[in-house]
């Protein structure tokens, strides 16, 4: 097989996984065999290990098993986004400007009336454009391999239609506008402890 080739073979198993795992097809526990999967996608067992690696680098399997992350994982990764994208969100009343500005307004204008999946891309880019606004390329990168994890939680939020989701994206990027650091940043963290909040709730029930 050419380096071509085994690319394409490899970019479509992983893709093909991980939509597997992130729309629940492969829930949280089961084991990932490389034979089996192999031949249900019908390629080698090479580009299905490496899309496995991949996946466990993203934080979506464990030790060959889609993960089922604890409470303390849960806490852990909400921890870390909180850091990161409290900081961005700080940065933003800084940096952002006004035609950036109005990209994230016309995100929270598309999340209000979208469906679920319009929905998600329209926060996914939200929190991206924040995100970038740090001028931090390390913040960007650690916020980029955490998408796949943090994925499953937007889609359960979403999906779920939590209370206030949008109108907190609204507050957020006000106190940008206003070049509010420290409002900014804090409403990004309540933000985030909201949407954990709700994750564990639904968890219980």
Known sequence: MSKQAFQAAYIHCYELIR???LNGELPGGTKLVEERLAEELGVSRTPVRE????????GLIQKKRVVQPSVEDLRHIF?????????????AASYMDEATQEKVQEC?????????????DANKQFHDLIVQASRNPEIVRIIDRMQSIIYLFRRAVV?????????????ILDAIRS???AAAERLMKEH???DLDFYLHLGKH
């Open 19 to 21: 939509d597997k795992i």
């Open 51 to 58: 899309s496995i690696r991949k996946l466990e680098q993203e």
């Open 79 to 91: 921890e870390v986004r909180m850091l990161l994208e409290g900081f961005s969100a700080r940065c």
């Open 108 to 120: 929270i204008t598309i999340a209000r009336e979208g469906t679920v999946d319009i929905t998600m």
């Open 159 to 171: 999906y779920y239609k939590r209370p206030f989701l949008i109108d907190e994206h609204q507050h």
């Open 179 to 181: 070049h509010d650091a």
């Open 192 to 194: 985030l402890q909201a």
